[in-house]
């Protein structure tokens, strides 16, 4: 297994995931570029979401993936996030069906229920993968689709740069950050017993570098992942 501390070239504080999220909540949502994941949700040609019942949303945060799949005519969509703050603000935009404070890894939502479980920018958080795909493995019904957008191995290695945030005071925090290849996720989800349907790999592009020109350096490397996965039936 990687350990981010080997390539970390800003050595930031680092917090667990609640306490970064807790504090990053006010300005998360202005400060997390489409470009990373919804880019790359919208080049998905599977699954048919506007197709899709019900979906669990994983580390839903404020809730962003879910103003996207409403926006792709997702019907039902129940979130989960451990951060409380997260949540609030999730309750308070009203994107979900039904919110629950709980973790990725054993939900407590209703096995073989779903036919889309995603999780959008949360593998980076998970110490191990296989777990959350077991969970998703569980959720999911027969022929239903899980959707992982991924923090990029290769971004996080060559940067040295971990999910952060930049506190009112101007410090930058990290939050616990891992490193997981992208055959570690292959390996993962075909362990709990799903079949890759698709991938795709964002990269930084000319829309990334109007967003952030100092990262010329980083042209045409990949920075996000995003992996389609199907439970045959
Ligand atoms: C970068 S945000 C992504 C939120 C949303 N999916 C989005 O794309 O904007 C990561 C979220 O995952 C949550 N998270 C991280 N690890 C988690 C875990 N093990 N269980 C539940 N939520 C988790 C954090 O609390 C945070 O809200």
């Known amino acids: 297994m990687l350990d981010f501390s080997d390539f970390d070239a800003r050595g930031y504080r680092t917090v667990d995931v ?42 839903c945060g404020t809730g ?18 451990l951060t409380p703050e997260m949540l609030e603000v999730a309750r308070s935009k009203g994107r979900h069906d039904r919110l629950f404070e709980g973790d990725v890894r054993d939900t407590g ?11 959008s920018l949360i593998d980076e958080h998970l110490p191990e993968l296989r777990p959350f795909y077991d969970e998703a493995w569980k959720l999911a019904a027969p022929g239903a689709a899980c959707v992982v957008v991924a923090f990029h191995p290769h971004f996080i290695m060559t940067s040295g740069m971990p999910t952060h945030f930049t506190d009112e005071a101007g410090e930058h925090i990290a939050i616990s950050t891992h490193v997981h290849l992208l055959s570690d996720h292959v390996t993962a989800g ?44």
């Open 18 to 59: 609640a306490t970064g999220y807790g504090r990053w909540v006010g300005t998360y949502e202005e400060t997390v570029e489409d470009a990373m994941d919804l880019a790359l949700l919208d080049e998905l040609t599977v699954p048919q979401w506007g197709g899709v019942r019900r979906a669990a949303d994983l580390g």
């Open 64 to 81: 962003r993936t879910a103003a996207w799949l409403r926006q792709q005519g997702v019907g039902a969509i129940d979130g989960v996030d």
């Open 109 to 119: 939502l209703e096995a073989g229920a779903y036919d889309l479980v995603i999780a």
């Open 190 to 233: 075909i362990g709990a017993g799903w079949r890759l349907a698709e991938m795709r790999e964002g990269l930084i592009d000319e829309r990334w570098l109007a967003l952030k020109p100092k990262w010329e350096k980083y042209r045409n490397h990949p920075i996000s992942a995003a992996l389609v996965w199907r439970k045959d039936s």
